[in-house]
């Protein structure tokens, strides 16, 4: 590298802060206070979309209960009924054992 380039890449950087000076305390301080909002204006966002999306998985979970319990009652219900649809069956076939029974007696 050429003994030129080197000395204008240091003249370069060490005028660097001299050429841009820093801003004024009141535009800087407005700078910081702009990103403690943005920041915390994040951040709560984030707290926002968490709790939204933490809702919405348990409203699911909830509906799926809700399935499974009618279709726990529903199944109930099919149970009793063919259940009672048996027994019903079953004390008819007892009568008519019982008439045949009766008849042949008499």
């Known amino acids: 590298m050429p003994l030129w380039v080197f000395v204008f890449v240091i003249l370069a950087l060490s005028s660097s802060s001299h050429c841009f000076p820093h801003p004024p305390l009141a535009l800087r301080m407005r700078r910081y206070t702009d990103a403690i909002f943005t920041n915390s204006y994040r951040k709560v966002l984030g707290q926002m979309s968490a709790r939204k999306l933490l809702q919405d998985i348990m409203s699911r979970q909830q509906g799926e209960r809700n399935?499974?319990?009618?279709?726990?009652?529903?199944?109930?219900?099919?149970?009793?009924?063919?259940w009672a649809e048996q027994?019903?069956?079953?004390?008819?076939s007892i009568l008519v054992a019982l008439r045949q029974k009766h008849r042949n007696q008499e």
């Open 67 to 82: 399935q499974e319990r009618g279709a726990r009652a529903r199944l109930g219900r099919q149970v009793d009924s063919v």
């Open 87 to 92: 027994k019903q069956m079953a004390l008819e």
